[in-house]
């Protein structure tokens, strides 16, 4: 949450800063601010409320000179999101500047005593507190870094900050603190970047030095120095990375979040290459157990928050139907702090696409303390998670922008049944024969997934227009279907902002029943499976009270249009799949409903792409 982006070099720093926070601002878009030092030796700001544009015709109607400059793009935690509030932060003098992610725990402790010393406040955020701290141990005799770096110790929470000042033309320190989302520095020819997220790098390198928590880098035009932040020097090894940097171009679409829907057969595919083999199907992963080691799990927990909790859902039914291990979901927030009974024999896979949201990692580290094995699925090449983890199954999604998951969970469904299908295969629990259906079956996806997108012409913007101005919504479905009406209900939310529920369609007469009106559509997942039947029933109680249904079934399914209100088709396919290919009306639908009511589908109020803080 919030992004920092940083450049020290030979270049005028504010397009390049101004770029950097560009491409982080699903990080967070409350409001947006810069400083830049020039050659005189004077600290320049510019901060804007609202959106990066604001700042862009801040900065361009009076720009900022200088070779060095730090950059913030907020998600409001402490204050409302102002000009005043806006990062950068400076110290009571002038001289020293600071942009932070995370939440200073006891900023009012340290506010206080800084008050007591004199010092004066103009905003009401933690991070203010940063500057005035680095500056009073400077009064008291130490250089810029060792007080930077003392007054980090005094830092309780988590977080990635950056800082300048004037006085050191040549010098930009960052540091991590915790899992507060990361700080990775960009290696170029005399030239240094810092970002919060490794996709901003990728324009101007691929040389990369991630920050771990408890490190700090002294930062000069041709390199960096790494350290503890008790002053022990690392040795830190080089990343490199290798994003697309033209795949996260919107390529003609309104926008990125309809270009990721449309471009999930690609990247499923992305996700399936090198993976699957035929005759027998075989699946192929990297993975860090021994053959024996998979054969003694007596437990699987997949982990994670949000979307990708609902992905987890969806993980855990594959493991126990494919490999007969008991397997449960859990939100990681939670997982953290129970004290879950593990052990050696136990699994615990964190599902995270930016691989540095705070609470999944935070129960990745419970779960390695406890003994357990751990991986990460993660869309994220050296991310935190990736780092952490004993091994990861990447999504190879490819960069995405729209701050609403789409393509990674499609592509954390998948590399979920690839570890089913693998520790199924390891401990003999599907035959030959299904598990080469189950590879084959897989290696259809992409193409119907395209299928799914092309079907139902018309049909979105109808529902849309229809449906829109609806206050309510519920989304109900069975079995693997039952995690999908959970994320249709989610994005339909954060996108539309209209308020949504999913869940088991057996749970609706147990309550949520009391809610069905006319006014409140009710999306039903309904392909012909085995629980079709029972879906059925589900629907007739819908409309037997005056509900409007929109049901979701297989390709074919004549008799159901009867049955319901509005139908919607996804193509026929085996039953491990269908999770999957449901998810694609629930986007669209989301997608053109938030796109009618005029919402800004790609950053939705209120949310960030990372959440770094807990
Ligand atoms: C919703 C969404 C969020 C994320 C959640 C976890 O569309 O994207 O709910 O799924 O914040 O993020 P990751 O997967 O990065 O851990």
């Known amino acids: 949450m919030c992004g920092i982006f940083g450049y020290l070099g030979y270049q005028e720093a504010q397009p390049l800063v101004i770029d950097g926070l560009r491409s982080l601002a699903y990080r967070g878009y409350d409001s947006a601010g810069i400083a830049v030092l020039s050659s005189e030796g004077t600290l320049g700001v510019r901060k804007a409320a609202g959106k990066i544009d604001n700042l862009i015709g801040a900065a361009t109607s009076s720009p900022l000179s200088g070779k060095l400059g730090i950059g913030h793009t907020r998600w409001a935690t402490h204050g409302e999101p102002n000009e005043i509030n806006s990062h950068p932060h400076f110290d009571g003098s002038g001289s020293i500047v600071v942009v932070h992610n995370g939440i200073l725990e006891n900023y009012a402790e340290l506010k206080e005593r800084l008050i007591a010393n004199g010092h004066v406040f103009s905003s009401v955020t933690d991070t203010e507190v940063i500057p005035h701290l680095i500056q009073e141990l400077i009064a008291e005799g130490l250089s810029f870094p060792e007080a930077v770096r003392i007054a980090a110790g005094q830092l309780r929470g988590a977080h ?54 408890g490190e700090m880098a002294i930062i000069n035009p041709e390199g960096c120095d790494v350290m503890t932040l008790d002053g022990t020097p690392v040795d830190s090894s080089r990343l490199t990375i290798t994003v697309n940097a033209v795949s996260a171009a919107k390529g003609g679409y309104k926008h990125f979040m309809l270009k990721e829907i449309m471009e999930q057969p690609e990247t499923a595919m992305s996700a399936l290459r090198g993976r699957l083999s035929f005759n027998p199907g075989e699946v192929t992963l990297d993975l860090p157990f021994t053959e024996q080691e998979m054969k003694e799990f007596t437990r699987v927990v997949f982990i994670g928050m949000g979307t990708s909790s609902h992905a987890c859902q969806i993980g855990a039914r594959f493991i126990e139907i494919l490999a007969r291990i008991p397997a449960t979901s859990e939100n990681a927030a939670e997982f953290r702090y129970r004290d879950p009974v593990l052990d050696s024999h ?12 705070a609470d999944t990692l935070e129960a990745m580290h419970q779960a390695a303390t406890a003994g357990a094995r751990t991986l990460a699925i993660t869309n994220v090449e050296g991310s935190q998670a990736y780092r952490q983890a004993e091994a990861s199954i990447l999504m190879h999604a490819g960069p995405e922008i729209g701050v609403a998951s789409s393509k990674t969970f499609i592509n954390s469904m998948i590399a979920m049944q690839l570890l089913a299908l693998r520790l199924a295969a390891t401990r003999n629990t599907i035959p030959v024969a299904a598990s080469t259906e189950y590879v084959q079956a897989l290696s259809h996806l992409p193409g119907l997934l395209g299928e799914a997108l092309s079907a139902n012409e018309g049909m979105y913007h109808k529902l849309a227009a229809k449906y829109a101005r609806s206050r309510r919504f519920l989304f109900i479905g069975r079995g693997l279907l039952e995690p999908i009406a959970r994320e249709g209900a989610m994005k339909l939310k954060e996108i539309s902002y209209i308020h949504a529920e999913g869940m088991s369609a057996a749970e ?50 004549a008799g159901f249009t009867g049955l319901v209100d509005d139908t919607l088709y996804i193509p026929a396919t085996p039953p491990l799949l269908e999770p999957l290919l449901a998810t694609i009306p629930a986007q669209l639908l989301a997608y053109h409903m938030a796109d009618l009511l005029g919402n800004d589908v790609d950053q939705p109020r209120n949310l960030a792409k990372s959440v770094t803080v807990e």
């Open 508 to 557: 609706l007469k147990h309550g949520p029943i009391a809610l069905v009106d006319p006014e409140t559509p009710v999306i039903a997942f309904a392909p012909r499976n085995a629980m079709y039947e029972k879906m059925l029933g589900n629907i007739s109680e819908v409309r037997a009270r005056s509900g409007q249904v929109i049901g979701i079934t297989t390709a074919g399914n």
């Open 160 to 213: 990635a900050i950056a800082c300048l000042h004037a006085d050191h033309p040549q010098e930009m320190i960052t540091l991590r603190i915790g899992n507060a989302g990361g700080v990775s520095i960009g290696h170029g020819q005399g030239e240094m970047f810092i970002a919060s997220d490794l996709p901003a790098l990728v324009p101007h390198t691929s040389s990369v030095t991630p920050l771990e928590p």
């Open 346 to 357: 136990s699994l615990v896979v964190a599902v995270a696409q930016s691989g540095e949201t």
